[in-house]
């Protein structure tokens, strides 16, 4: 008897963990609603949505081999209510075309985290030699930097594109096209910036927007502990947490600002828009939706496989985006696993 009361006391226990895992699944699915400045208990689901997936599918298997179907329903149902998201970080890219027999454009974004500060313009010269060998004809460059030691990376960098136009000062955009316009995205108090370039492709003019929007803000709080550590300074724990807490969620309302002035934007275009750039944000996150809008989310189109754009081993997130108005369709979304910067550059060809 004291055995069969353990077994139903752990069923249920069981049972209530996987409902509270699916409320939580359902949390970060419509965590991307809620804006971050008002709604930030909410807005943070959205970052720990894999691995509430991941243990929504354990406690599936779970009841499988348990052989309780009508338990097992809750989180078949929750993963089935995940597909949209999941196919903004994984794709099947089965028969998809890689579209080199199509007219249209390719086009790049990268972060190319100031070329490591480089003074020999090794970095530089490497990133635009794979440029060229991928036939990019329009690339939007974030953490640009302009000299390299005696050298103007944008007079190398000119003698393949035709045209450049400069943002701030850590952002261009250089193309094989003519830019008939562009303008500056100021966005205030910090170092992050976007812009866009009116492109004539072929007589089809189209707006191409290159965004880097505010960081994290953890590695900042590192940073700064680490400082104190080498002054012979202690650093509490506690302190640190609440440190990388503050600057993150602080970091995601101001990200969230800067995502409604760029979709502003994007809405009084007249021309069909290209949008690239380092967003610092998830997938189904206030500042992906906020910014996709109706636009087209070029890996879910065209790619294939496990999308990531930076960190290594296991902390690999998605935060270089490709996006296009619908009028537009898309090919072959890919990065190139490069190692010069903490990002990957992000490539897709764009037809009309």
Not at 60 to 85: K, S
Not at 123 to 150: A, F, P, R, T
Request: charged share 20%.
């Amino acid at each position: 008897m004291g055995k069969l009361a353990i077994y139903k006391y752990l069923s249920f226990m069981m049972l209530v963990l996987t409902v509270l895992v699916s409320v939580f699944v359902f949390m970060g699915l419509f965590g991307g609603n809620a804006n971050p400045a008002t709604g930030t208990a909410l807005a943070l689901t959205v970052f720990a949505l894999p691995l509430f997936i991941i243990a929504d599918f354990i406690l599936l298997l779970f009841w499988l081999i348990r052989r309780r179907w009508h338990w097992a329903a809750i989180p078949a149902v929750t993963l089935l209510c995940c597909i949209p998201y999941i196919g903004t970080i994984y794709q099947l890219g089965l028969f998809r075309s890689s579209g080199e027999d199509k007219p249209g454009i390719n086009v790049a974004t990268y972060n190319v985290a100031v070329f490591g500060r480089e003074m020999n313009g090794y970095k530089s010269g490497n990133i635009l030699s794979i440029m060229m060998n991928n036939k990019v004809d329009i690339l939007c460059l974030q953490e640009y930097q302009e000299e390299s030691g005696d050298m103007r990376n944008s007079e190398r960098y000119l003698k393949h594109f035709s045209a450049m136009a400069k943002g701030r000062s850590d952002m261009v955009i250089f193309s094989q096209y003519p830019i008939v316009e562009s303008q500056i995205l100021d966005f205030g108090n910090t170092s992050n910036s976007a812009m866009w370039a009116d492109i004539d492709v072929n007589g089809h003019t189209v707006r191409v927007f290159n965004v880097h929007l505010q960081t994290t803000g953890v590695n900042s709080a590192l940073h700064q502990a680490a400082k104190q550590e080498k002054k012979g300074q202690l650093v509490e724990r506690n302190a640190l947490l609440r440190a990388i807490y503050g600057n993150y969620t602080r970091g995601m309302a101001i990200r969230a600002e800067q995502a409604n002035a760029v979709a502003a934007e994007i809405e009084k275009s007249p021309h069909p828009v290209i949008l690239c750039g380092d967003f610092n944000d998830v997938p189904y996150s206030y500042v992906y939706r906020k910014m996709k809008g109706d636009l087209t989310d070029g890996f879910k189109e065209s790619g294939k496989g496990f999308m990531y754009t930076m960190g290594e081993g296991r902390k690999r997130v998605r935060i270089d985006y490709i996006f296009h108005s619908e009028e537009m369709e898309g090919y072959d979304y890919r990065t190139l696993k490069v190692t010069y910067s903490d990002h990957l550059p992000v490539l897709m060809r764009i037809g009309w």
